[in-house]
């Protein structure tokens, strides 16, 4: 017989929260994830009105724990930071990531992280699609009437299919960010 939690996962899904963070634009998607079916609830995007960067911080700080409150989200995906040809973008996009991650964390959420080619490859079959093929495939997979704009929007929506995908997979050593490296050993020990 199933556990009381997966019964009640089973019967009300999961609510995740995809985020592709940015300092002046954070694209976030809401969806609910049940079993056999994924259900869009919300997309947005979190668009800074601050002059100076630790206002822009806080400003994405804040509106991630309104959206974790409101929704009751189970789980968060990330984009995962790559190496970018601009330092200075790089550390600006880690500053934006690092002030989502803190509004999670400090709620308890698990916090997952996928590369880009990832979340292109879980959504299009492809890891080097296009904003439009991906802005595309998400209006597919929940039949909106229009692509989800803006474009940062829409990947949040993928970043959360992916975790979504990725989670219905028996993956050995998927183990949320939030986990440190020594329970990950343990946990294969």
Not at 21 to 32: F, M, S
Not at 42 to 66: F, K, M, N, W, Y
């Amino acid at each position: 017989m199933p556990a009381a939690s997966q019964m009640h996962e089973t019967e009300t899904g999961r609510t995740l929260l995809g985020i592709d963070p940015g300092l002046r634009i954070t694209g976030y998607g809401v969806i609910r994830c049940l079993p056999v079916t994924l259900t869009h609830l919300q997309h947005g995007a979190i668009r800074t009105r601050s002059t100076d960067r630790p206002g822009r911080l806080v400003e994405i700080h804040d509106s991630i724990r309104a959206l974790l409150d409101a929704w009751s989200v189970d789980e968060v995906a990330l984009e995962k930071q790559f190496v970018a040809l601009n330092a200075s973008s790089a550390f600006v996009i880690g500053e934006a990531r690092a002030a989502a991650m803190l509004a999670v964390a400090q709620r308890g959420i698990p916090i997952y992280e996928y590369t880009p080619a990832e979340v292109k490859q879980a959504v299009t079959s492809y890891g080097r699609s296009s904003k439009a093929q991906i802005q595309e495939m998400v209006r597919l997979q929940f039949a909106l009437s229009a692509v989800p704009q803006p474009a940062d929007a829409a990947d949040g929506l993928a970043i959360a299919i992916c975790h979504a995908a990725r989670r219905a997979l028996p993956v050995r050593d998927q183990y949320p960010a939030s986990v440190g490296v020594e329970q990950r050993i343990r946990r294969r020990s």
